[in-house]
T-cell receptor
């Protein structure tokens, strides 16, 4: 069973059409949930870290939230340059210092 | 401020060969982790180095080995390459090996095994 599940696998939006990406996790003892953005053929770019339920963080058009079982990445009025794969990863008691990643959501924003 | 750098960018090898990938961590970071990312998948943890020792290891065979140097840079070695080893290999660095520390990734090395 996957410990980190991201949905949807792919999302197509029109420019300006807001939406949310979901990351659900089944691990216990969460120590941190991380969001990354990855462009094709490149390494993941760090976006946010969330540590406790109720926490929220914002950066430009992106806002990340965390509950006890899932995290959402809200994208407000997206632009074509927001097109990328968004990866969610968790660090928990059993993983020690390493990250457990989901498979990602591929976002396409059309002008 | 230099970020995480990796070399080479691309590499083509044949089955049975050996390969060495290199990583220089972000300035001020002392911990290096290696991940393997297959096409369409999220990165999978290989191992982590701190103070020149392997501290944690994921579910990868002994064909995968590594090293960390006194300047914190690191190498990933893969022996007896298999077709299934074709992937993007990512290096990530952090300050310390604790679970709360944010990991910053390099651009990756694309390995193709023919």
């Amino acid at each position: 069973e996957d410990q980190v599940t991201q949905s949807p696998e792919a999302l197509r939006l029109q420019e300006g059409e807001s939406s949310s990406l979901n990351c659900s996790y089944t691990v216990s003892g969460l120590r941190g949930l991380f969001w990354y953005r990855q462009d094709p053929g490149k390494g993941p770019e760090f976006l946010f870290t969330l540590y406790s339920a109720g926490e929220e963080k914002e950066k430009e058009r992106l806002k990340a939230t965390l509950t006890k079982k899932e995290s959402f990445l809200h994208i407000t009025a997206p632009k074509p340059e927001d097109s990328a794969t968004y990866l969610c990863a968790v660090n928990y008691g059993g993983s020690q210092g390493n990250l457990i990643f989901g498979k990602g959501t591929k976002l396409s924003v059309k002008p | 401020d230099a970020g995480v750098t990796q070399s080479p960018t691309h590499l083509i090898k044949t089955r049975g060969q050996q390969v060495t990938l290199r990583c220089s961590p972000k300035s001020g970071h002392d911990t290096v982790s290696w991940y393997q990312q297959a096409l369409g998948q999220g990165p999978q943890f290989i191992f982590q180095y701190y103070e020149e020792e392997e501290r944690q290891r994921g579910n990868f065979p002994d064909r995968f080995s590594g090293h960390q140097f006194p300047n914190y840079s690191s190498e990933l070695n893969v022996n007896a390459l298999l077709l299934g080893d074709s992937a993007l290999y990512l290096c990530a660095s952090s300050l310390g090996q604790g679970p709360y520390n944010e990991q910053f990734f390099g651009p990756g090395t694309r390995l193709t095994v023919l």
